[in-house]
């Protein structure tokens, strides 16, 4: 049995979005755990109806063969599509994944003029939350994860979400 990629879509809506609302994942590890597809350029956007993965070029076909949770489509040269979908949807306010760079932030506020847009912790927290679950099979009583009981702290200075998962130590090494 496969990994239930849509199920994990749905549950980061049912916990985090409301009706005019969508999110913005950019970050590339998200990304591969909502659709199952990794690839170091793209953009994951979901609202309350759909979700689409804007792939770069380069991984457009393997991503159409390979994503079956939600719509695929071409991140083009100054992502006119991401505006386009998301005005398709009638986003009103826009959650874009904690953590993004600040040059990053300021084309998005510029592409999306018309929406309210905000960085949200509060997403992240969701997400390491999802992950978490996932991780540990629904289990009430997981096991201590590299970096300890706190994932707020290790959060905050980027180990528990990065370091941890690529390398198994805290230190990112």
């Known amino acids: 049995m496969g990994t239930d990629f849509l199920g994990r879509i749905d549950a980061l809506r049912k916990n985090f979005l409301a009706a005019r609302q969508a999110i913005i994942i950019i970050g590339e590890e998200n ?3 909502f659709t199952g597809f990794s690839s170091s350029a793209g953009v994951l956007l979901v609202t309350q109806q759909d979700a689409a993965l804007f792939a770069d070029g380069r991984y457009i076909e393997s991503a159409r063969e390979r994503v079956k949770c939600c719509a695929v489509l071409e991140l083009a040269q100054g992502a006119p599509g991401i505006t386009d979908w998301l005005k398709k949807h009638a986003a009103h306010t826009v959650f874009l994944e904690y953590g ?3 040059s990053e932030l300021e084309r998005y506020r510029q592409r999306l003029q018309d ?3 905000f ?3 509060a997403l992240e927290n969701k997400i390491t939350k ?3 679950a996932k991780d540990t099979g629904g289990n009430k009583n997981p096991a201590p994860r590299a970096g300890g009981d706190r ?3 290790y959060a905050y200075f980027g180990f528990y979400s990065r370091g941890c998962q690529r390398t198994g130590n ?4």
């Open 31 to 33: 990304r591969r755990y």
């Open 100 to 102: 993004v760079r600040i």
């Open 115 to 117: 929406m309210e847009l």
């Open 119 to 121: 960085p949200a912790k």
């Open 130 to 132: 999802l992950r978490r």
């Open 151 to 153: 994932p707020g702290l």
């Open 170 to 173: 805290r230190f990112g090494n």
